[in-house]
Structure formats: C-alpha cells, structure tokens
C-alpha cells in the first residue's frame, strides 16, 4: 500500500507542471493565410489577402495594431517620391496616407487601424497574442502554437506571412539569417535606435520660420504642412552626459492640439531582438530627455516655453535582423534603379544609415533612386509557406536602410497578401509559386488593379 501511495505521489508530482501549463486546443483554428505581426505590413497584407477573398487570421502581441507609428510614436511618414514629387507608393498605402496625413496622431492612427482591419469581415484579429512557436513539418510552415491570456491554440493555413519588425517569426522556424551590419565583417552591430518624446508650448510659427531661414537655404532642413525638420547646428552644442546617446538634427510631427513629437535622440550599442538590451537602452534615454528639453529651451528658436509631456511607451528600432531570401536586394540594385522580373513594388528612399557607432556617417547621399523590389526577396530560403512583410526581408544591411520605411514595408505587405491568396488558390506553395511566371504576372496585375503600383 505504502509503495502504491509513492508511486501515486511521484507520478503526481512529475505530471504537476504539465497541468500547470495552458493546454492547446485539440481542434485547431484554420485560415487560408496567418499574419503574425500587425506592423504596418501585417495590416496591408492582411487586407490584401482579405480582399482577395481569403479568410485571414492576424495576430499581434500588443494590445493594438501598428508598431512603430502607434508604439514608437514615429508620426511622420517617410515617404518615397517620384520623379515629379508626388507619392511614389499606392495601392493600401495611399489609403492610409489620405486619411492619416504625412504626420498625425498616433493614438488616432490606432483607432484607424482597428477600424480599418474590422471593416474587413474575412479578418479575424487577435491583439495581445503572441506566437509561442511555429507548427513545422519537414521544410514548410503549417502555422504556429498562439497564446491570448492563458489560452493557447494552434492556427493552421496553407501559407503564413511575417510581418513582425524583427523577423521573430522567420527566426525561430529557423530561417537564416543576419544581424544588423554583420555580412559587412566589421561588426553584428545595429542602426542607432531612437526615443521619441512629446513637448509643449513650441511656437511653430517660429520654428517654420527659423527652418525656412537658417536650415533650408542650405539644404539642413525643410517645412512640409505639419512635419519639420532642422536644427543641426543648434543641436551640435547639445553633450549628452551618456556616450551611448546623442542627438541630431531635429524631426518634428506637430500634432492637431499643436503639441510635437521630436525624434533626434540616437541610441548606439541597442541590440533590438534583446528585451534586456531594449529595456536598457530606454531607460538611460528616458533619464536623459529632460535635460535634452531643457537645451532646447535655451537654445533652439521657437522652443523657449516648450515642456516636456510624455516619452513614447517603447524605443523605435530601425534595424535588427535581415531574413536570407530566394533573392538578397543590395545596395547595388537601388543604385542601379534595378527593375526585376518578379517586381512586387517600388521605392525610392534614399540609403539612410544612421550611424552604428558615435561619430560614424553615412557612406551613401541622402538621393533619391526610383527602384523595384522582387518577390523572391519575401520568400524565405530554405523554408516553404512562409513570406516576410516588414523591415527584416530578405536585403543587405545597406538596402535595408532604403526599403526600412514604413510606405515600402506597407507595398511588401500588401503584395504578400496578394501573393498569398494567388498560392492559396491555386494550391501552391510560394517556393513553386515563384517557378511558374504567368502566376507572378497574374500577381502583378492584381496588384495593378487594386491601385498598387509595380512599375516604375
């Protein structure tokens, strides 16, 4: 009896953090395509697939949709020009921009996203989700184990897209890949991330003023509706007390209650794919943006009453990890304006390093070239079922610092989506989607006709 009462207690015992864990469901939830990550690619893609008939399922870790304009706060558009000076990227992109502006609220920006996404029947939106691992077998991605407040289940669809800014999803099926400037030999080190902070009582009538005679005759700066940008030789005089931050020319979002958004602090040595690095690296930033404020009172024009109101909740990281794809965009390709066969979308950015180490600069000029970004780039190498729509596809580190924006990461996502539905359809994986190019014209013409642009 004695040996039966140990046995009973041991099996309990080993069983105990078994029962502990949040059981996932037997019955599996189905989509024709999952979006992990609602960036701003994730919500275009997700749309796109929607639209083109499939049932989509997205899911995103915080409790709202898009990243680094709704949780960095970058309220300002990047925009890619054409020729002539207007937008450059169309289709879901152009939608947002009409509604939101080149800059805009944030918290507005939130609303308008969940709107957007709901107004969708065929998408079903899970926030505050994340993705505990892939579902694999053999080289294909069937999906991912989820988890919202205790609960886990697994969503299954043919194909599944990563939209997250870092690639997490990617990384841990197990995708190649590299980080920061790594393939480059000098270091694994990555572009300076950013804080952005809001203050008050800013004359903008005096900073538009200031800009438009000290900073634009000399190219330093410009005035574009609410969004401004200058300050260089003002903010060279600022010394940061901390050698791992420093603060550049000054970029500005004026809000509609006339509060501004400034984005100038540079972060150096912040590994984005480190929670402990991230978690750091915010902390020293946020001590140090009082100090930043009250430099500005005293010396840059229009921000002599100006107050310190909020940080933004989380850093703006602008580069971590580049997913290896069936084709690796360079530097050259942009420099060259390449038009690829299997062309998805176009951009024209300029190369924009920020620097990985205090004191570095740019070896590329801020010009811009109208170039083209190839399918091939949002399919993952060695790994079926599963495309990349954000910052980390498949690009060198100094492409990357190009196609990083958001109007760029939103063409990705939408032509994910859109590439997406094509597999589902006709009941192929991309990696033999790709082989037949009738389908990625059929791609590319659908992209065409819902307003998407893919030729320069």
């Known amino acids: ?55 989509v399922v997205l899911i995103e870790p915080r409790p709202f949709l898009g990243t680094v304009l709704t949780g960095a706060m970058l309220n300002t558009f990047d925009l890619n020009h054409r020729d002539d000076g207007g937008n450059l990227v169309e289709g879901i992109f152009a939608e947002v921009f009409r509604a939101l502006g080149l800059t805009f609220d944030p918290r507005a920006a939130r609303e308008f996203f969940a709107r957007k996404v709901a107004s969708e029947r065929r998408i079903r939106v899970y926030l505050s989700t994340q993705f505990l691992h892939p579902v694999r077998k053999g080289n294909a991605v069937l999906g991912s184990i989820v988890q919202h407040r205790g609960r886990r289940w697994m969503i299954l669809a043919p194909v599944t897209i990563d939209a997250t800014d870092d690639g997490d999803f990617a990384a841990a099926a197990g995708a190649e890949y590299t980080l920061g400037r790594e393939e480059s030999g000098i270091d694994r080190l990555m572009q300076a991330a950013t804080l952005v902070f809001r203050v008050g009582g800013v004359d903008w009538a005096a900073v538009t003023d200031y800009i438009r005679k000290k900073d634009k005759p000399f190219r330093r700066g410009g005035v574009r509706f609410g969004y401004a940008w200058g300050y260089r030789e003002v903010v060279k005089g600022f010394r940061s007390p901390d050698p791992k931050i420093a603060a550049v020319d000054l970029n500005l979002g004026r809000q509609p209650d006339g509060t501004v958004w400034v984005n100038s602090l540079q972060l150096f040595g ?108 949002l399919i993952v190498r060695g790994i079926d079922n599963l495309l990349v729509a954000s910052r980390a596809f498949s690009a ?38 790709i082989r037949r190019k009738e389908l990625v014209g059929l791609i590319q013409l659908r992209l065409q006709d819902t307003g998407a642009r893919v030729d320069p």
Do not use: C, N
């Open 1 to 55: 009896m004695r040996r039966v009462v140990l046995l009973l207690i041991l099996v309990f015992t080993l069983a105990l953090p078994l029962l502990a864990q949040p059981a996932v469901y037997q019955v599996p939830e189905r989509a024709d395509v999952l979006v992990v990550g609602g960036s701003p690619g994730g919500i275009a893609a997700a749309l796109a697939a929607a639209r083109q008939g499939r049932s």
């Open 270 to 377: 912040v590994d984005g794919t480190s929670r402990a690095s991230r978690k750091d690296a915010y902390t020293r930033a946020k001590r140090l943006v009082p100090a930043f404020v009250s430099y500005l009172r005293d010396h840059a024009p229009g921000f002599e009453s100006a107050y310190l109101i909020e940080v933004a909740p989380e850093l703006y990281i602008r580069e971590t990890r580049h997913i290896k794809g069936l084709y690796v965009l360079s530097a050259g390709d942009i420099l060259t304006h390449r038009i690829f066969w299997d062309r998805i979308a176009v951009a024209s950015y300029p190369i924009d390093l920020h620097p990985y180490k205090p004191g570095e600069r740019s070896p590329f000029a801020p010009k811009r070239r109208i170039y083209t970004i190839p399918l091939r780039s």
């Open 396 to 433: 060198t580190y100094q492409a990357a610092g190009s196609a990083r924006v958001v109007p760029t990461t939103m063409a990705m996502g939408e032509a994910a989506g859109v590439t997406a539905a094509v597999a589902v359809e006709y009941r192929l994986t991309p990696h033999f989607l």
